[in-house]
């Protein structure tokens, strides 16, 4: 079983840039899974964020996000990251790593593993 575990989350003005981490606990490589976050933001659904592929090279990006967001990983390190540039208040929501096993990990029915999640803030 895989566990995900969250940091980085945090208060921040907007049109500033925060960094999520996700540790993955495992004995095996997550190079064999597919990555990806999740958000969800006070009285509304979890929705899609990113993912990424198995070995890095493929990336995809909630529109929302499009060009302010960039997801890597780092399968050494057991480790994905979400790099988030010019928030804005509407990106105040909890944060969550997930995993799955298919090529696709944009449906919450995708994922087979959830983090516990970390809380980014953006203020005006």
């Known amino acids: 079983q895989v566990q995900l575990v969250e940091s980085g989350g945090g208060l921040v003005q907007a049109g500033g840039s925060l960094r999520l981490s996700c540790a993955a606990s495992t004995r095996t490589s997550i190079s064999i899974y597919t990555m990806g976050w999740f958000r969800q933001a006070p009285g509304k659904e979890r929705e899609f964020v990113g993912e990424i592929s198995r070995s890095g090279s493929n990336m995809n990006y909630a529109d929302s996000v499009k060009g302010r967001f960039t997801i890597s990983r780092d399968n050494a390190k057991k480790t994905v990251y979400l790099q988030m540039n010019s928030l804005k208040p509407e990106d105040t929501a909890v944060y969550y790593c997930?995993?799955?096993?298919?090529?696709?990990?944009?449906?919450?029915?995708?994922?087979?593993?959830w983090g516990k999640g970390t809380l980014v803030t953006v203020s005006l």
């Open positions: 997930a995993k799955g096993d298919s090529t696709v990990l944009r449906r919450r029915n995708d994922v087979d593993s």
